[in-house]
């Protein structure tokens, strides 16, 4: 009849292919007659297949994130040198949307072993795949700061290196327009757990060792191109501790 309304069947659901992998894990499985150490072996091998797909992944987004990724502003300010860097908020705001655009997160894990602080910076995929890198440093044991306030000191700064590290950014520090900017850099994060551990070993006095070197008293902030010189000071006067 014209007034009946005709029903349509929906369309079944569009099937995707079969993993071959999968299909032959399937049948062995229902062989009774099938070793179980040849099924691990099968299991093991899917395993490493779908890492190693989870990879290939990870790869292609983090190469177009860091593809759209803009440079990470400048808000911090050296009150020594007057130099601006980026800060761990500049980077995680610049970063953030990038990254999750693409499937990917950025954040860390913090341990801490008696006064040394160690930081993980983690970029995961949500297929799981993921790359780590760790810095660590004894805590701040500045004169205006007390234990969490030297404790939240180094781990925001370690945050700060491992992020920019991992994702390959400048967070500028680094000496910039040919050279001329050399003695605004700041220690690295390595040449700052050596001068710290030189001037706890040395019971060096933090407020008459910046003056010394005209710095400001944060030891993040000491000039890089002081470094050398600080560094062979500090060993000089351990040797001489020693053979005393």
Do not use: C
Not at 18 to 26: F, K, L, R, Y
Not at 52 to 72: G, P, S, T, W
Not at 111 to 134: K, P
């Amino acid at each position: 009849m014209m007034n009946e309304v005709t029903k349509i069947a929906p369309k079944p659901a569009e099937m995707l292919p079969a993993d071959p992998m999968v299909s032959m894990i399937e049948r062995v499985a229902m062989d009774p007659n099938i070793p179980l150490d040849r099924m691990t072996a099968l299991m093991d091998m899917r395993e490493r297949q779908m890492n190693k797909e989870a990879e290939q992944v990870f790869n292609q987004a983090f190469a177009a994130a860091m593809a759209e990724m803009r440079d990470v502003p400048k808000n911090g300010k050296n009150n020594h040198t007057n130099q601006k860097y980026s800060t761990l908020d500049d980077l995680i705001r610049t970063t953030r949307p990038v990254l999750a655009g693409h499937g990917l997160s950025l954040n860390w894990q913090t341990s801490i072993n008696a006064n040394e602080i160690s930081v993980t910076a983690i970029v995961r995929h949500a297929m799981g795949h993921s790359i780590q890198t760790t810095l660590a440093g004894p805590r701040d044991t500045g004169k205006q700061m007390n234990t969490l306030q030297g404790g939240g000191s180094t781990e925001t700064y370690l945050k700060r290196y491992s992020g920019f590290s991992i994702l390959g950014l400048s967070s500028g520090d680094e000496v910039e327009d040919d050279g001329r900017g050399a003695n605004m850099a700041t220690v690295s994060a390595d040449q700052y757990t050596v001068l710290r551990d030189l001037i706890e070993e040395t019971k060096t006095d933090e407020a008459k060792f910046f003056m010394a070197y005209g710095a400001q008293n944060d030891l993040h902030q000491f000039p890089a191109s002081k470094f050398q010189a600080a560094k062979g000071q500090l060993e000089r006067k351990k040797a001489q501790m020693g053979a005393a």
